[in-house]
């Protein structure tokens, strides 16, 4: 059964795109990521235009991070301050990715920014991901468990504005929170991402918050982001395919699900090894396509359509 | 009703065609070409996947016939990809105006014995002919390898006819060829052109137009985004905090 994308304007197979919203939400679940580095990419390879599969990705995410965000706001592990912190950084820094993306769009130079973001980011957090859960299992073979300072002082905390978070138990300036806001803001809209498997990192190791609230905080902060790139896509770009998102949302919402039940069968370690190997593999594919040679060397696009 | 009126005008151009004789004194009276569509609106639904139009006319006995669909044109940018550091990126680019957005083009019989090259460049009779020029200046052979690379490309997509499309003759008067239409096919109106040729000349010509539309929630969709944009994306954002949060709620205690 086919249906028509009125944004996109083409025809898709409703079951290939329900399908890989259940799979993609499956992953999310299974994970605890968002999905959109896999969807993003996917969505594109099967013929969507960049620009729409960013817009109508962004969209997407903020359905799944509302769902996940309420689920860990039950279990109190939203930092709210941070998260509102984080946001202000973030509305700022999607506004300035939606502009670089209108600007290289013009150009003809988004499928290029697109895929050298996915290689680099992927790339970097993906072997961080498997260096460090390699590096865990293999001391929990050994038998030996090392305990870390509980938290080191860096000149990240010298900077001033300092602020107190009750909730993550930490007195640092909110200039940190805000650049990481405003850093993942940027490729939240570039990359058609929440941003999570950058945000997550970035709040464990550069701001020290307890790994607990880490996860509920990020859906938190990416539910605005993710809105505002929907809204300022719609406005500066008209891509957001209204059609295309709530068929992703409703079958990844599902997919959630059943990705949820099945990762608390897993070790976490086990499982972030399992997710750097994915990522590495996404990342490696458009890196394979970005030097391999095209068939043909030529594409075209209409000055004012959605070719992307 | 779209079969009755099919039937009807097969049934009339029969009719037409079989009283030819008695019309044949005053040839003036009547045009030696006519033809129609089976359709005159293409709609775009929620369930299009492309379609197929019928073209179908009568002649009054001598020649071939060509016909030409298009739809209204457009600058496209053709770009050109260059290898920087292992890396292949869009390098060069060159934007043509007057580019029809779809273009087929049919006829009874392979366009080169039909009309001499003049008459085809003229006229823009296939896709080679086309009068695409880019808005900039560019050496000859880079004009030349980048228009060849836009119609390989609208080629690829099924927006203009790699093959020549075929003309069937019923008997010698009657004649009809199918037009495809992809799902991607540009809205607008769109022409289609008849020509009644013999011995290298153009004897006749008729027009007809074509509608494609998008049609019901598509088109509802589509106007709305780009119209009301912001409210667009507010609704956008509404609906999914609504699908986030009843997920949320719904599967609370799976």
Redesign the interface.
């Known amino acids: 059964m086919?249906?028509?994308l009125?944004?996109a304007?083409?025809?898709v197979d409703v079951f290939l795109i329900l399908g890989l919203g259940g799979a993609i939400g499956f992953l999310s679940g299974l994970f605890g990521v968002g999905g959109g580095f896999l969807m993003t990419p996917l969505l594109i390879f099967i013929g969507i235009p960049p620009a729409v599969a960013v817009a109508s990705e962004a969209?997407?995410i903020?359905?799944?991070?509302?769902?996940g965000a309420?689920?860990h706001m039950r279990r109190g592990n939203v930092d709210f301050k941070m998260g509102l912190i984080l946001t202000v950084g973030g509305f700022v820094g999607s506004g300035v990715g939606v502009l670089i993306f209108t600007l290289l769009r013009q150009l003809?130079?988004v499928?290029?920014l697109i895929a050298?973001s996915y290689v680099v980011f992927l790339g970097a957090i993906g072997s961080l991901m498997l260096f460090e859960s390699g590096r865990t299992i293999l001391r929990r073979q050994a038998g030996t468990t090392t305990r870390g300072k509980l938290h080191q002082h860096t000149w990240l905390h010298g900077l001033p504005f300092k602020m107190r978070f009750r909730r993550s138990r930490l007195y640092i300036s909110a200039l940190v929170p805000i650049g990481i806001g405003f850093v993942v803001g940027i490729l939240a809209a570039i990359m058609g991402v929440g941003g999570g498997f950058i945000m997550v990192p970035a709040m464990i190791y550069l701001l020290g918050m307890p790994t607990a609230m880490v996860v509920g905080t990020s859906l938190f902060q990416i539910?605005f982001v993710t809105?505002n790139v929907?809204?300022?896509?719609?406005?500066t770009n008209?891509t957001?395919d209204?059609?295309l998102?709530?068929l992703l949302?409703?079958s990844a919402?599902i997919g959630a699900?059943f990705g949820t039940?099945v990762g608390g069968l897993l070790r976490g370690e086990q499982l972030r090894g399992l997710l750097a190997l994915m990522v590495l593999a996404v990342c490696a594919k458009i890196a394979y396509d970005?030097?391999?040679?095209?068939v043909?060397?030529?594409?075209?696009?209409?000055?004012?359509?959605f070719g992307g | 009703m779209r079969n009755f009126r099919h039937i009807a005008i097969i049934f009339f151009l029969a009719v037409g065609v079989s009283a030819t004789p008695s019309y044949a004194q005053t040839p003036s009276d009547r045009s030696p070409l006519v033809a129609d569509l089976s359709e005159d609106l293409i709609a775009?639904?929620?369930?299009?996947?492309?379609t197929e139009v019928l073209l179908f006319g009568a002649t009054d006995g001598a020649g071939d016939v060509i016909v030409v669909v298009r739809a209204p044109e457009?600058?496209?940018?053709?770009?050109?990809?260059?290898r920087v550091a292992?890396?292949?990126?869009?390098a060069d680019?060159l934007?043509f105006d007057m580019v029809p957005?779809f273009y087929h083009v049919a006829a009874s019989r392979p366009l080169a014995d039909l009309l001499p090259a003049t008459v085809l460049q003229d006229e823009q009779i296939g896709a080679v002919n086309l009068s695409v020029a880019p808005v900039t200046s560019a050496p000859q052979a880079e004009v030349t390898a980048?228009a060849a690379?836009?119609i390989?490309?609208?080629q690829?997509v099924g927006l203009f006819n790699p093959e020549l499309g075929e003309i069937r003759f019923l008997g010698d008067r009657l004649f009809r060829t199918q037009v495809q239409f992809p799902?991607?096919v540009p809205t607008g109106e769109y022409t289609a052109t008849i020509y009644l040729v013999a011995n290298g000349a153009i004897i006749d010509r008729t027009d007809t137009t074509l509608q494609v539309r998008?049609s019901g929630?598509?088109?509802n969709?589509?106007e709305f985004?780009?119209q009301n944009?912001?409210i667009?994306?507010?609704?956008?954002?509404l609906?999914?905090?609504a699908?986030?949060?009843f997920?949320?709620?719904v599967?609370r205690n799976?």
């Open positions: 086919n249906i028509y009125p944004i304007e083409m025809s969209n997407q903020v359905a799944a991070s509302v769902s309420l689920a003809g130079q499928e290029l050298l539910i809105a929907t809204f300022l896509q719609a406005t008209q957001v209204i059609v998102a709530f949302l409703a919402v699900q039940k970005l030097v391999s040679t095209p043909d060397l030529f594409s075209i696009s209409e000055i004012s359509g | 775009i639904t929620t369930g299009f996947t492309g457009s600058q496209v940018v053709v770009r050109r990809k260059g292992g890396v292949w990126i869009n680019s934007t957005g980048f690379a836009l390989r490309n609208k690829r799902s991607s998008k929630f598509e088109a969709v589509f985004a780009n944009p912001s667009y994306g507010l609704l956008a954002i609906i999914a905090l699908a986030g949060w997920a949320g709620i599967f799976v």
